[in-house]
């Protein structure tokens, strides 16, 4: 069972002031988590909404052109640290858009944001369906999201990509975009036992079924896939 909102808040915000300590560390990890998503984002145009945004690091890697605001419900971002981190990512862009607010109630008109990003902010949430039904009602028609989860359950499919890379491996041959869940055996055991699937302290569970439910009728789903071992979708309005 997942700890409470502000629990699991407290958690998450103790392990980036962790990160942070050492900036060379966060900026290296941070740069390898977005890394492998910077092909989408800079195609993004327009005014963008950043929901559970932090820091403001996808901004980095957006045409400095891109109006780019991030909404987040925890001020441990607004920290010179965080400034310091931010600048070393993104010297382009130095100005930050910070709303303090949730992805549950977007205090934002409807119909106004060309694109909007949810960087592993959804299983934070209380409620990420209400976060999706309100990153659906900000966006204009055909407007982009890119979501990004954390902790979800790969199908079948997803596994045969994993005992491919597992295969390509063996053949010395390089992996693009290895998935990171572990063993193909450990996965393909875990999933026959029926067993839930690890759920990090600081999340609250999302299933892909329940996804594809909230989805359903108000996206179009442009793209799914593994990027980086994360459930990414890109979604047209
Ligand atoms: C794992 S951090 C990711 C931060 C940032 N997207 C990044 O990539 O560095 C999760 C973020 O979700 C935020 N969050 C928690 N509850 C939220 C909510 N209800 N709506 C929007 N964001 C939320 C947290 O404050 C935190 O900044």
């Known amino acids: 069972m997942p700890g409470s909102w502000q629990t699991r808040q407290v958690e998450m915000e103790g392990w980036y002031a962790t990160l942070a300590i050492d ?20 195609n993004i145009k327009g005014l963008v909404l950043d929901i559970g945004g932090g820091a403001g690091l996808a901004g980095a890697y957006m045409d400095p052109d891109t109006e780019y605001i991030v909404i987040d419900p925890s001020l441990s971002w607004t920290t010179e640290r965080w400034a310091a981190i931010r600048r070393r990512l993104s010297p382009h862009r130095t100005e930050f858009n910070f709303v303090l607010g949730t992805g549950e109630n977007l205090p934002f008109p409807s119909q106004s944001f060309d694109a909007a990003l949810a960087f592993w902010s959804l299983n934070h949430a209380s409620n990420p369906g209400q976060c999706i039904a309100e990153i659906h009602r900000i966006l204009k028609p055909c407007g982009r999201a890119l979501l990004v989860l954390e902790d979800m359950e790969p199908g079948w499919i997803d596994i045969l990509q994993l005992v491919g890379q597992a295969l390509m491996r063996k053949l010395g041959r390089p992996v693009r975009n290895p998935l990171n869940w572990g063993s193909a055996k450990d996965v393909i055991w875990r999933k026959l036992s029926g067993q839930p699937w690890p759920l990090q302290s600081d999340h609250q569970r999302i299933v892909e079924r329940e996804l594809v439910h909230w989805l359903h009728g108000q996206f179009r789903v442009v793209n799914r896939s593994w990027i980086g071992g994360f459930l990414s979708y890109e979604l047209e309005a």
């Not at 900036?23 to 800079?42: C, G, K, M, W």
Request: proline share 5%; net charge negative; no cysteine.
């Open 23 to 42: 900036q060379d560390t966060a900026v290296e990890a941070l740069s390898r988590d977005y890394q492998p998503y910077a092909h989408i984002l800079t």
